[in-house]
C-alpha cells in the first residue's frame, strides 16, 4: 500500500513541477539558479527545452535525475547523444551522456545541494561532456 501511494504522489509532484514549476523557472533558466537542457524530442522531432539543476565541473556537466531516467528530456538527451546546455548566461554543446550514481556526482556540488539531494534520496545523476 505504501508503495502505491508512494508513487501516485511521485506522480503528483512529477505533473506539477512540468506543467506549473518548469514554466515559471525557464524564465530565468540557464543564467541564474537553473541551467535550461535543448533537446529533440525523439518521436516528434520537435525542440523542446527543460530546466534542470547543473554544475560544471572540469569539463562536464552534472545533473540530478530526481525522478530517474524515465523523463522524456532525458530519454531525448540519450537518444540524441547529446543537447545544448545554457549554464550561468554560456551555451554549452553537450555529448556523451552518462548515468552515473550519487557518490560520484555528489562531490562537484556544495554542501547545500549535497544535502538536498540526500534528503530527496536521489541516486542517480546525468553527467554530459562539453563538446
Known amino acids: ?63 540530478p535525475l530526481p525522478y530517474g531516467v524515465d523523463t522524456d528530456w532525458f530519454l531525448n538527451i540519450q537518444a540524441s547523444g547529446g543537447g545544448l546546455l545554457h549554464y550561468e548566461g554560456n551555451t554549452y554543446k553537450v555529448t556523451n551522456p552518462q548515468v552515473i550514481e550519487a557518490s560520484e556526482a555528489l562531490p562537484v556540488f556544495s554542501a547545500y545541494f549535497r544535502n538536498a539531494f540526500k534528503l530527496f534520496k536521489i541516486a542517480q545523476f546525468l553527467r554530459l561532456e562539453q563538446a
Do not use: W
Not at 533558466?29 to 539543476?53: D, F, M, N
Open 1 to 63: 500500500m505504501v508503495a502505491h501511494d508512494d508513487r501516485k504522489r511521485h506522480a503528483t509532484v512529477r505533473k506539477f513541477n512540468r506543467d506549473v514549476y518548469n514554466r515559471l523557472s525557464k524564465k530565468v533558466a540557464g543564467k541564474y539558479l537553473y541551467a535550461l537542457v535543448e533537446h529533440i524530442g525523439r518521436k516528434s522531432g520537435q525542440e523542446y527545452s527543460t530546466p534542470v539543476v547543473a554544475r560544471l565541473h572540469q569539463g562536464c556537466f552534472y545533473i
